[in-house]
């Protein structure tokens, strides 16, 4: 009895210690990945804007959370508007998930990393799906692109109509604090 249940313990510890080591080169991979596409954990600390009267205000706040496997984004944060955006890796994706302040939380996928012409990283997020949406909820955003050029930030929001069209967009310039 004892010969049976040693190899078969054996064989067992090996395969844990087999998905452990998996599990951890994965947990690496989207780790180093996240940082390569996204640039995302590079905008950790807080981002400034002008309000419609001219003065500053806090714009968002990101932080790297998750033992590093996320970045969450407070969208104006203390205000009865505030939103919270998490990004991370969904296997080879970078995703972002806006919690919206409407109710309804869209997921996009990001479609593009690359430099612009003036040094730029741009980051464009197209819309995937979205969860929670109800009848009273006309529009929701769709799509996002990021786009960063030193201690400045811009984010440009895109929201989508209930037949997935565009129904304008809205634009965010931040600096860096």
């Not at 947990?27 to 390569?36: F, V």
């Not at 969208?75 to 296997?91: A, I, K, S």
């Not at 309804?104 to 012409?117: D, K, L, Y």
């Amino acid at each position: 009895m004892t010969r049976i249940f040693r190899p078969g313990f054996l064989i067992i510890a090996c395969m844990a210690l087999a998905a452990c080591n998996a599990t951890q080169k994965r947990t690496g991979s989207a780790e180093r990945d996240l940082d390569m596409l996204g640039g995302i954990k590079a905008l950790e600390g807080t981002w400034t804007m002008l309000d419609e009267n001219g003065a500053e205000i806090v714009g968002t706040v990101y932080k790297t959370t998750a033992a590093g496997s996320a970045v969450q984004e407070v969208m104006f944060p203390g205000t009865e508007h505030e939103m919270v955006n998490l990004y991370h890796m969904d296997g080879s994706d970078l995703v972002v998930t806006h919690y919206c302040a409407a109710g309804n939380q869209p997921r996009m996928v990001a479609s593009e990393a690359r430099t612009g012409p003036q040094g730029e990283r741009i980051y464009r997020f197209d819309f995937d799906r979205v969860s929670n949406l109800r009848p009273e909820h006309q529009y929701y955003m769709g799509n996002l692109t990021l786009t960063i050029k030193g201690d400045h930030l811009t984010q440009t929001w895109t929201s989508l109509d209930r037949k997935g069209g565009s129904a304008g967009t809205v634009e965010f310039e931040m600096t860096r604090r």
